[in-house]
């Protein structure tokens, strides 16, 4: 499955953005969609996941309440609505699709990437 991430920008502190991620190529609905996100000299780092039904939705525990993942199946795209953005939110972000079990958490598990996009919170 291809993945096209877009939606980021540079926006100030308390700010919101939302991010998309369109899917193509195969079932979409087949995958479990997250989103990743990788700040310069850090290590890529789980954000959030959304089961295929969209029924089920798990967050780094430091975007929750903040943060809200969704999915919209008949239009193949995944959503990632970002609210009280801070500069620590600041990284390039990644979408993906996992169909393997496992821990959600876990980057290796994921099956596809999209190519990024960069999200930039001044203080």
């Known amino acids: 499955v291809q993945l096209q991430a877009s939606g980021g920008g540079l926006v100030q502190a308390g700010d919101s953005l939302s991010l998309s991620c369109a899917a193509s190529?195969?079932?979409?609905?087949?995958?479990?969609m997250g989103w990743f996100r990788q700040a310069p000299g850090k290590e890529r780092e789980f954000v959030a996941v959304?089961?295929?039904?969209?029924?089920?939705?798990n967050y780094l525990d430091s975007v929750k309440g903040r943060f809200t993942i969704s999915r919209d199946n008949a239009k193949n795209t995944v959503y990632l609505q970002m609210n009280s953005l801070k500069p620590e939110d600041t990284a390039v972000y990644y979408c993906?699709?996992?169909?393997?079990?496992?821990?959600?958490?876990?980057?290796?598990?994921?099956?596809?990437w999209g190519q990024g996009t960069q999200v930039t919170v001044s203080s």
């Open positions: 959304i089961n295929r039904s969209g029924s089920y939705t």
């Open positions: 993906a699709a996992k169909i393997k079990g496992g821990p959600d958490y876990s980057s290796y598990l994921y099956d596809y």
């Open positions: 190529g195969r079932t979409f609905t087949n995958y479990r």
